[in-house]
DNA sequence: CTGGGTCTTGACGTTCACGTAAGGCCTTCT
DNA sequence: AGAAGGCCTTACGTGAACGTCAAGACCCAG
């Protein structure tokens, strides 16, 4: 029993992605334009189905881990050819092996960033204990504006 | 018995570190035009000291988990307070709280990236197995150009 | 003392990933 | 009928993180 059957046919516009995954629609008819996507339309309207809704997640994923968007839509586009083009499915594979030993390594790099912070965390904590102890669990809006730092960009305001 | 005494001051040029970290000199001197990096100088020259290294080896692991620089500076800047400020640092330790969520959000998403890829490398070896034996195990560049995608920026050449 | 190499400071250019109007089409509510 | 609201395209603007000259200062070898 094929997926379709068993699945409404259920269709997004753009605003209810956005709204779901948290991005704009410009983001979106970027992705477009950048050929990572393409919805059907309905006249003029974009009509995104599940299988559009599920690039998009692992477009907004791969932008997590620091893949620009010409990357992910090499990945992207594996899921469309699948066969075919011998010599183009190989230099994808050359290119993911390079990619997972990147993200592995970025995954490590976390690990150790994670540990800087935590310590620093630790440090932070015990000093606080003494000197502030009302201010320790706060969100960071529930603070304070930042100091500005040299070279700051400047911002009106 | 301090650092200092243990380890021969020793100090290097920008265009050491750019080497050893694989980096630019336009990069070291926007870092500290940005007030993440501030190295001695002699005369005009910049001098690096094996503290200056240790912030630009944070800088660049922080740049590889997706931190932008001026996270990267507040993160940094830890280390020179240290102490005072208690709701400087109670910001601090509120941010870093987040940054740490979102660290193991991000490693998740890896994880999953990884995942994809790998089922995508495992599919396409078995393909190319049956159709091109000959293409596997190949670094990326002694395979072919790649096809130009839609949205590709124009670049002359 | 001329050339080469390495450093410096500007200052403008570039790429990426969008943001932000400006203006038009369509449907729906009042 | 007309105003509101959602979607569209086109086009120019923006912030981050540098790249890329240009024009000097400094030092050393020949």
Do not use: H, W
Not at 7 to 36: M, N, S, W
């Amino acid at each position: 029993m094929p997926a379709e059957l068993r699945r409404p046919a259920r269709t997004f516009t753009i605003r209810q992605l956005c709204q779901e995954f948290g991005c704009t629609p410009r983001a979106l008819r970027f992705y477009e334009d950048k050929g990572l996507i393409f919805p059907e339309r309905d006249g003029m309207n974009r009509v995104y189905s599940y299988k559009d809704r599920a690039r998009l997640q692992l477009i907004l994923r791969g932008k997590r881990v620091g893949l620009a968007l010409s990357e992910i839509g090499e990945i992207l586009d594996l899921y469309e050819l699948g066969d075919g083009c011998a010599t183009q499915n190989a230099i994808s594979l050359a290119k993911f092996r390079e990619r997972i030993r990147a993200l592995e390594s970025q995954r490590r790099d976390i690990d150790m960033a994670v540990d800087v912070l935590q310590e620093a965390c630790t440090r932070l904590e015990s000093q606080l204990k003494q000197t502030r102890p009302d201010l320790l669990e706060q969100p960071v809006e529930a603070i304070r504006p930042r100091r500005p730092r040299p070279g700051e960009m400047r911002r009106a305001g």
